[in-house]
C-alpha cells in the first residue's frame, strides 16, 4: 500500500469506503479539492508527495494537463464503477471497484502509532500557494 493517497472525486461512498480502508492500511491524506485550478491541484498533490491518485472520469482532463509535472503520483486508480471512461493517457493500475472485488477479504491490521499523521487539508490558496493542516488518527478518532 502506498503511504499517501489523494482521492479526486465530488463525494459518494467510494469516498467513505476509502477513508476506512486508508485508516485500516495507514495511507494518509485525503481529498483533492475539486473547486482548485489545475496549477494548486499540482501545487498540493506534489507539496503532500501523494503516490497513488484515485480518479472520478470526470476530472481526466485535469489530471492530463498536470500530469508531466507530478513529482511523487506512480500510480492512478480510476473511480469509474460501471461508468462511460472516455479515452485517456493517464496509467490505470486498475479500477476501484474491481480492485477490491479481486483482492482478498483477510487483511493484517497493521499497528501504528495513534499520533501517526492520518490527513492533509489543504487551503485554496487565496494569498498564496495552498498551506497544509495535518491530523493525527488520534485527532479524528476523538475529534
Avoid at 482548485?36 to 498540493?44: E, K, P, V
Avoid at 507539496?47 to 500510480?75: K, N, W, Y
Avoid at 479500477?95 to 492520518?118: G, I, V
Amino acid at each position: 500500500m502506498a503511504n499517501v493517497v489523494r482521492i479526486y472525486e465530488t463525494g459518494g461512498p467510494e469516498v467513505l469506503r476509502y477513508e476506512h480502508m486508508k485508516r485500516a492500511s495507514r495511507a494518509r491524506d485525503r481529498s483533492v479539492n475539486v473547486r482548485l485550478s489545475a496549477q494548486r491541484i499540482l501545487y498540493t498533490l506534489n507539496d503532500s508527495g501523494a503516490e497513488v491518485v484515485l480518479l472520478h472520469p470526470d476530472f481526466l482532463p485535469v489530471m492530463e494537463e498536470i500530469r508531466c509535472q507530478l513529482t511523487s503520483v506512480r500510480s492512478f486508480v480510476l473511480l469509474a464503477d460501471g461508468q462511460h471512461v472516455p479515452p485517456t493517457s493517464l496509467p490505470f493500475g486498475g479500477e476501484y471497484e474491481a480492485l477490491l472485488s479481486a483482492a482478498s477479504s483477510d487483511f493484517d491490521f497493521p499497528e501504528f502509532d495513534e499520533n501517526t499523521r492520518a490527513v492533509t487539508f489543504y487551503t485554496t490558496g487565496t494569498t498564496g500557494d495552498p498551506k497544509g493542516v495535518c491530523y493525527s488518527h488520534r485527532d479524528i478518532s476523538l475529534g
